[in-house]
């Protein structure tokens, strides 16, 4: 073998015998810590920009670059989704259509300016359970929600009406959706009026005119509902309550914020506007500005619990 590499026995050996370098020991603790996140549960989708961002809060110093090649060499990718739609808008209606206010500008300076909502199906073993979801744009948390058996204009109204109650918004917000004729139905168009909010919806047929929730809804199929099996109407129920609360808002880190959580964000903008110590990061907004109660999360979500509960009460 030295004969054909042309090198000589001392040289071989010594490279047979050496030690790992630095770099090999770094690189290694970087894979093990690699797997270790990617382990952890709704982590596994999880592609390199996330990695290595979830990496640097852990305090393990590394580059975007190497953490693509390392995850590529020990065979960590993210999961993919299935390609499979219902659709769950109707359009097909004599509602009045409010104008596109956004004109797909999915920007916003600060929280409670910009509401975006839409509708999505969990499958279960008893039929479909409709969620819909309520999104703040400037920090894509989501600040209301409900689940029911039926997609309907009353089910858009406890999403909203959870947000008003969680985040007490101004007048003058815009609540964009598609034209659904849930959102365009008059007890819904009436419920905005008397919060003095503008309506937005999206150009016919225009999937993109909604993106954010879009995007919101891909997540929690592909980090949740894809990879699970609900029995009951009262699964799912309890899927969405952890996957939004638990994890979506205080911890999945999302490539619009510069990879930050929802959360996070939010408390960032807080002390954009108050200087360090004037208030405690634990300490929630209050009166006419967002909720941000990180360490009374489990708090919030009971709460939210007990308002999905009593609207599926109500249905009965």
Same mark, same amino acid.
Request: with cysteine; proline share 5%; charged share 25%.
């Given at each position: 073998?030295?004969?054909?590499?042309?090198?000589?026995?001392?040289?071989?050996?010594?490279?047979?015998?050496?030690?790992?370098?630095?770099?090999? &020991?770094?690189?290694?603790?970087?894979?093990?810590?690699?797997?270790?996140?990617?382990?952890?549960?709704?982590?596994?989708?999880?592609?390199?920009?996330?990695?290595?961002?979830?990496?640097?809060?852990?305090?393990?110093?590394?580059?975007?670059?190497?953490?693509?090649?390392?995850?590529?060499?020990?065979?960590?990718?993210?999961?993919?989704?299935?390609?499979?739609?219902?659709?769950?808008?109707?359009?097909?209606?004599?509602?009045?259509?409010?104008?596109?206010?956004?004109? &797909?500008?999915?920007?916003?300076?600060?929280?409670?300016?910009?509401?975006?909502?839409?509708?999505?199906?969990?499958?279960?073993?008893?039929?479909?359970?409709?969620?819909?979801?309520?999104?703040?744009?400037?920090?894509?948390?989501?600040?209301?929600?409900?689940?029911?058996?039926?997609?309907?204009?009353?089910?858009?109204?406890?999403?909203?009406?959870?947000?008003?109650?969680?985040?007490?918004?101004?007048?003058?917000?815009?609540?964009?959706?598609?034209?659904?004729?849930?959102?365009?139905?008059?007890?819904?168009?009436?419920?905005?009026?008397?919060?003095?909010?503008?309506?937005?919806?999206?150009?016919?047929?225009?999937?993109?005119?909604?993106?954010?929730?879009?995007?919101?809804?891909?997540?929690?199929?592909?980090?949740?509902?894809?990879?699970?099996?609900?029995?009951?109407?009262? &699964?799912?129920?309890?899927?969405?309550?952890?996957?939004?609360?638990?994890?979506?808002?205080?911890?999945?880190?999302?490539?619009?914020?510069?990879?930050?959580?929802?959360?996070?964000?939010?408390?960032?903008?807080?002390?954009?506007?108050?200087?360090?110590?004037?208030?405690?990061?634990?300490?929630?907004?209050?009166?006419?500005?967002?909720?941000?109660?990180?360490?009374?999360?489990?708090?919030?979500?009971?709460?939210?619990?007990?308002?999905?509960?009593?609207?599926?009460?109500?249905?009965?």
């Amino acid at each position: 073998m030295c004969r054909v590499l042309e090198v000589t026995r001392a040289a071989f050996y010594k490279w047979l015998n050496r030690q790992p370098s630095a770099t090999d &020991q770094n690189q290694k603790q970087i894979v093990n810590e690699i797997k270790r996140i990617h382990a952890l549960p709704r982590y596994r989708d999880y592609g390199s920009p996330r990695m290595h961002s979830e990496l640097l809060a852990h305090g393990v110093a590394c580059s975007l670059n190497t953490v693509a090649k390392l995850m590529r060499h020990a065979g960590v990718r993210a999961r993919n989704a299935p390609k499979f739609r219902v659709h769950t808008t109707d359009s097909q209606h004599d509602f009045p259509i409010a104008p596109n206010r956004l004109n &797909q500008q999915f920007t916003a300076s600060q929280p409670n300016s910009v509401w975006l909502s839409d509708f999505t199906y969990i499958p279960t073993q008893e039929g479909f359970t409709y969620l819909c979801a309520v999104q703040d744009l400037c920090s894509r948390r989501i600040v209301g929600w409900a689940v029911s058996r039926s997609i309907d204009s009353q089910l858009a109204l406890a999403a909203l009406n959870q947000a008003i109650a969680l985040r007490d918004p101004g007048a003058g917000l815009i609540v964009h959706s598609d034209r659904g004729s849930q959102y365009a139905s008059l007890a819904f168009r009436r419920r905005l009026d008397q919060c003095q909010f503008l309506q937005s919806m999206s150009r016919k047929g225009n999937c993109y005119d909604n993106a954010p929730m879009e995007s919101f809804f891909k997540s929690f199929k592909v980090e949740e509902v894809y990879h699970a099996r609900y029995e009951t109407h009262e &699964q799912a129920t309890r899927a969405a309550t952890d996957y939004i609360e638990r994890f979506y808002n205080p911890k999945r880190r999302h490539s619009a914020l510069g990879y930050e959580s929802p959360v996070l964000f939010e408390q960032c903008k807080l002390f954009e506007k108050k200087a360090p110590g004037d208030l405690p990061s634990s300490e929630p907004f209050v009166g006419r500005s967002p909720n941000l109660a990180t360490d009374n999360g489990d708090k919030e979500a009971d709460r939210n619990t007990a308002f999905v509960g009593d609207f599926r009460e109500s249905e009965r």
